[in-house]
């Protein structure tokens, strides 16, 4: 009975609040190829794809495609270069198609290349480097990969309860939180900002209904790599999604996709104090971490956000800034 009560309460978690596993199994159908690719035991390679640039990726192309829709003014060249780890996952992938969009340089360490390669196109390297890495093994996080870098966003994740992307032990411990740790202990203490996507829920994983979530630890587990990287002395900015929608963006009819669905969402709701359910758009996620880089009163600070039908802040910094201060004022 309290099995069968526990399965129904599993059941309507996972499908209202932080549905981690459902979005593997859609991801698994659009991308088999996506968890085809677990190795463990990638050795010390940092290789950069060196080949020019020949063909722009579908999801480059999406959001170069939503970016003119929305009307936006694509910023100059930066002397940014931003390390994106996770960059072939749903968020990740969002991240760097808009970094690539702004001319900002990128560097991705991936546990795949060659599925960088597909997803953004072969760039020039002076605009996206691609380095191949597992977080879970120290010994790939070599300090060359870190050379340079002045900013990092790391959306990297795995399935909250048992999946195919748990082979070869790719687990939320292993990832979220040993993961997280190595990632962490190799930065250079010089980067000007570490922006680490997170989730709603962390604090209370001991609470119904975040427990049930929390079945295989993934929240406890996020916590720990949220509190690895504040005690790190890095300059920081923590960003808790609620559950993510839209995407994964792999499609091939991708343009369609992020126009029907990243329509309806662009209002952005930002909380602090882990106090916010709800849901949010996967662009609205990579565009708050993308934002975090340059407004200064993110530093140090952990955010919730969603995202809500209606006119949203898109790329606007200074509306962007309105919003991290009124959420840092009202907690
Ligand atoms: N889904 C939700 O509703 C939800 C809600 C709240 C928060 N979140 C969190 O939000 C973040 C972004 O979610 P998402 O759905 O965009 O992520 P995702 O599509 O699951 O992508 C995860 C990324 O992490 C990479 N990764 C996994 N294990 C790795 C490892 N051992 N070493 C290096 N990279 C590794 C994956 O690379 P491969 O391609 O090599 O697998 C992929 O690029 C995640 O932290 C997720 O947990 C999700």
Request: glycine share 6%; with cysteine; proline share 5%.
């Amino acid at each position: 009975m309290a099995v069968a009560k526990l399965h129904m309460a599993c059941n309507l978690i996972t499908s209202t609040l932080l549905n981690y596993q459902n979005l593997a199994r859609s991801s698994q159908l659009i991308l088999p190829t996506l968890y085809n690719h677990h190795s463990n035991s990638l050795n010390i390679l940092p290789s950069i794809t060196t080949s020019r640039r020949r063909r722009i990726s579908t999801v480059y192309n999406a959001v170069k495609a939503e970016e003119s829709l929305q009307n936006k003014t694509t910023p100059v060249a930066s002397s940014k270069l931003v390390l994106v780890i996770g960059a072939s996952g749903g968020v990740g992938q969002l991240v760097v198609a808009s970094l690539l969009n702004r001319n900002i340089k990128s560097r991705l360490l991936v546990r795949d290349p060659e599925k960088a390669t597909t997803l953004f196109g072969e760039q020039d390297e002076d605009k996206l480097q691609v380095f191949k890495g597992d977080i879970r093994n120290p010994e790939d996080l070599d300090p060359s990969i870190f050379e340079g870098v002045t900013h990092v966003i790391c959306c990297t994740g795995t399935t909250a309860f048992p999946s195919k992307r748990w082979d070869g032990d790719n687990t939320p411990e292993r990832v979220d939180c040993d993961g997280a740790r190595n990632l962490i202990s190799a930065l250079p203490p010089s980067l000007k900002r570490v922006v680490l996507v997170s989730s709603v829920g962390v604090t209370k994983f001991n609470e119904l209904p975040w427990s049930i979530m929390n079945l295989c630890g993934v929240l406890k587990y996020k916590k720990m790599g949220e509190d690895c990287l504040i005690k790190s002395g890095l300059p920081y900015t923590i960003i808790r999604p609620g559950r993510l929608t839209d995407g994964p963006y792999t499609s091939y009819d991708l343009n369609t996709l992020l126009k029907a669905t990243a329509g309806e969402r662009r209002a952005v709701v930002i909380s602090q104090g882990d106090k916010l359910v709800g849901e949010v758009s996967r662009l609205v996620v990579a565009e708050a971490c993308l934002q975090a880089l340059d407004i200064e009163c993110t530093q140090g600070q952990i955010y919730e956000i969603n995202s809500v039908k209606g006119e949203g802040p898109e790329s606007n910094k200074d509306k962007w800034e309105e919003l991290f201060r009124a959420a840092t004022a009202k907690s």
